[in-house]
């Protein structure tokens, strides 16, 4: 909760600083590389510095952080914090880290306000730096405990067992622990991060959701081929295409992420397009297994029926429940949709979604707003509908 004095500050001066904030994240950047080159070459997603995502995203978290502490006392988005905490966990984030962004960042403040930023105004920021940040490091902390590792220490060396072309831009990779020790239990829907040494001697981590059901031997991942047109390909898919075959070893995080299935005996919507299918095949996998009779409504929507990475396995796991529906939508088909299909965008408006439904989502940013919009419109609360964004997280939906 921010404090008496910081809150009719943090109020007046939103506006200015929501308004500057990319051109101050732009500079903080900036600093922070030239400072600590290390961290962009082995922590910071590059392919996102250099689309410009990841500033977005810090821009986005900081604004509604600290717009919630004013507008709603008393309360903070754990759903965002969780999220972000998830995603440092499986990058090793450590508290010490906190310090360093703190340092450059409000040297970058400064730099962009001038002398807007009078001691109490430098004081009222600081404060809700700290209250972010320090949740998300006892958020962090108790998330290494969870995975028996020390703060940071989450990497292992797993062998590719097995590789498996879905598409010709998907791949799948069995792996197992390379010391042959028994594999921590994921819960449905949660991702590993996978770093690799690059040619230029970078380590880069990118997080791939593991789509094996939490009780497999080996766990599986599947990689898509990041091509961006007019933008650098995908760093680390283009590299484990190019590269994992079996017997190879990749260093693997533990897994972490909260876009996970709550215990209950309520309908479920799973919704994802492209490969966003992927946490919501171990979701189908554990349904199976942990509560057979729940009522899932799965949707996919994918290019066409060739793109849809694990489409065979997507139905066997649907019609294995007994009170399961698959709805699927290709944006380009070739000649009459496959029976149980249509052509065009996913639309949920046209479903039965039944009363008391939680809704899971994956794929897309405009596909996932698309589909909140319309679960919300059709009336289920915003607690009910929780996502998954693969890479930063732009949509600060709560």
Known sequence: MLSE????????????????????????????????????????????????????????SIAAFAGVLVE??????????????????????????????????????ADVLGDA??????????????????????????LYQQA?????????????????????????????????????????????????ELPDG???IRQYSLTSAPDEAAWRITVKRVRDEGLPDGEVSCHLHEHAQAGDTLTVSAPFGDLVVAPGDGPLLLASAGIGVTPMLAMLKDIAVSDPTRPVTVVHADRSPADHAHREELHKLVAALPDATLHLWYEH???????????????????????????????????????????????????????EVFGPDLWIAG
């Open 5 to 60: 004095q910081a809150t009719p500050v943090i109020r007046e001066t939103l506006p200015a600083v929501g308004g500057a904030i990319e051109e101050i994240t732009e500079l903080f950047y900036g600093k922070l590389f030239t400072a600590h080159p290390e961290l962009l070459r082995d922590l910071f997603n590059r392919g996102n510095q250099a689309n410009g995502e990841q500033k977005k995203a810090l821009a986005g």
């Open 72 to 109: 709603h006392p008393g309360t903070r988005p754990d759903a965002m914090l969780a999220r972000i905490a998830h995603k440092h966990a499986s990058l090793g984030v450590t508290a010490d880290q906190y310090k360093i962004v703190h340092t450059h960042l409000f040297a970058a403040i």
């Open 117 to 142: 930023v009078t001691p109490p105004v430098a004081a009222a920021w600081d404060e809700v730096y700290w209250l972010m940040a320090n949740a998300l490091i006892a958020l962090e902390s108790r």
């Open 148 to 196: 028996g590792a020390a703060d940071g220490e989450v990497w292992q060396e797993m062998a590719v067992t097995e590789r498996r072309t879905e598409t010709p831009d998907v791949v799948s990779l069995a792996l197992r622990r390379a010391d042959g020790r028994p594999l921590a239990v994921p819960r449905a829907g949660q991702y590993v991060s996978v770093r690799v």
């Open 202 to 204: 970078a380590r880069q």
């Open 333 to 387: 088909v070739d000649g009459p949709p496959p029976a149980g299909t249509s052509a065009g965008h996913a639309d949920i408006a046209a479903l039965d979604i039944r009363a008391h439904t939680t809704a899971y989502l994956c794929g897309p940013l405009p596909f996932m707003r698309t589909v909140r919009g319309d679960l919300l419109r059709r009336g289920l609360p915003a607690e009910a509908v929780h996502y």
